[in-house]
């Protein structure tokens, strides 16, 4: 069976994919903008384990510290990012 959609059948995708595009857009902007107050050597570490992929072994290596040192550090920048985060009504 062959299924066509009319202009007005396919609106509300449009409007739905349109929506979610924006909300990806101001996450990304929320992310970019929490991320921007961490501390430098904070930003390195999201970078290389988040952007560049790379393990914590191999991170360990390259800023010269230990592989249990830097779990802990990714922890608690998560655990700052999430509250960074947060819709403002959840801070209350």
């Known amino acids: 069976e ?3 959609l009319s202009l007005h059948d396919a ?3 449009s409007l739905a994919v349109l929506i979610e595009a ?3 857009e101001v ?3 929320s ?3 929490a991320i921007s107050t961490l501390k430098e050597e904070d930003r390195v570490l ?3 384990f988040y952007v560049e992929g790379k393990g914590l072994a191999e991170i360990a ?3 010269k510290t230990s592989r249990d040192v830097l779990k802990m550090r990714l922890f608690r920048v ?3 990012l999430a509250i960074l985060l947060e819709p403002d009504d959840d801070r209350e």
Do not use: G, N, S
């Open 2 to 4: 062959i299924y066509t």
């Open 78 to 80: 998560r655990r700052k």
């Open 27 to 29: 996450m990304a902007v």
């Open 31 to 33: 992310v970019k903008t």
């Open 46 to 48: 999201v970078h290389l």
């Open 11 to 13: 609106l509300p995708i």
């Open 61 to 63: 290596d390259v800023l």
């Open 22 to 24: 924006e909300h990806q």
